[in-house]
């Protein structure tokens, strides 16, 4: 067993976790890393999850099930309602705008899913890629969020009692897409490897026009980053 | 469709939930219900939201899946880790005794579920049975438990952003278990239709002898109110 300390990261399979990933394993954690299947339609994120983790090096990677898409309704979950496409740029994000890819607390989910795992493993780190500038103005990815979440997992848990000091790491948080994409590729991240697309085509490229893929994309040209996204040959 | 307002009231089919869900009906909510299946061993607690749910005139009853075993390790969840037993009273709950039955972060996981569905149906209450006095010495039934998960709600969803107000109410949460058994009974609840026990005989009846037991029949001592649990006939 590892001597480095224990942490839990929330890994998507897309861009951000896996930067946070990178700084986790560079800080020295030893990493157990948790892939939430939470209804997304776009299951080819767990697929690429796999593939971080292990090009990473975590010491563990589990996937685990859980259908938010009875309790959550989003276009990220529930088939009727359209994923946006070719938004313009400077109205994805914008303040007050939740847009309809927004899953209702899913990230309160799948931290205090974390955070029952960070305690069975005796973890007190817990990492998250959530990032409030190219985050689409979803609530659940601002600072405020995450230090509400680290108030709540220091008196929700046995550690909590016991006088232990619980951290929820957000490193990319104030970042711009460009700037986590220069800071991963410095640390060796393979972005060929992840996926970030909300609408992948059939073959499992992205659509290149929803939010995420605009944010990506424009992330690769600020940064002068090659861009490795494999896009879908759908028209 | 109800004009009342909606509530989501958490409901594991215990005297606790079923009490809080008596005086959500009574405060003049419409009252969607979520049982969580969790990976519990002691599966007569879902039947038992089920009699309750209807009893009590709920809108709408869901019991959700999701299998907490693989990360959070308790003799709730584990077989392998016994149920205490015949644990004298004053042990219960003693400050900063935190026992094998604890479900780690399972509280957070179980509210970060019911405010998904909250949103989904624009309800802006959510109602959790948690105590603390006789709760075992569990860190997430505490009052402060409850104020961080409130603060956490209104930063982690849509209605955090656009103003509104979201509550968290733990009608129960500093009364014995003899308050909570009197105040059930002038609502009306028939609490021979829950169930407590953590370690049920094969015939469903209670142990009698496992903390949630003995708190449970205490509470009946105490209030002056007729026991209607089932035992086991279980030796």
């Known amino acids: 067993m590892s001597d480095q300390p224990r942490a839990v990261v929330l890994l998507s399979g897309g861009l951000d976790s ?15 890393c948790l892939t939430v299947r939470y209804g ?13 983790a292990e090009a990473l090096g975590a010491a563990e990677h589990r996937v685990f099930a859980l259908d938010l898409a009875p309790l959550a309704r989003s276009a990220l979950t529930s088939p009727d309602l359209a994923v946006p496409k070719d938004r313009p740029l400077d109205q994805i994000g914008a303040e007050g705008d939740v847009p309809v890819t927004y899953v209702p607390a ?3 989910v799948l931290l205090a899913l974390a955070l029952a795992w960070a305690e069975t493993l005796g973890a ?14 979803y609530p659940d990815c601002r600072p405020a969020f995450v230090e509400a979440f680290e108030d709540l997992a220091n008196v929700a848990t046995r550690a909590g009692v016991e006088g232990a000091r619980i951290r929820v790491h957000a490193p990319l948080i104030e970042w711009s897409k460009a700037e986590i994409i220069r800071h991963g590729s410095a ?6 490897l992840t996926h970030s697309c909300y609408d992948p085509g059939p073959d499992g490229g992205a ?12 992330g690769f040209d600020e940064a002068g980053v090659p861009d490795p996204t494999r896009y879908s040959a759908r028209p």
């Open 40 to 52: 997304q339609l776009h299951e080819c994120e767990i697929e690429a999850s796999r593939r971080v």
């Open 124 to 137: 007190r780190d817990l990492f998250v890629g959530v990032n409030v500038l190219d985050a689409s103005g």
């Open 18 to 32: 896996s930067t946070a990933l990178a700084i986790a394993r560079r800080q020295g954690f030893d990493c157990h």
């Open 106 to 108: 899913r990230n309160t």
């Open 207 to 218: 659509c290149g026009r929803c939010d995420a893929c605009r944010l990506r994309r424009k």
């Open 187 to 192: 640390l060796g991240v393979d972005y060929g």
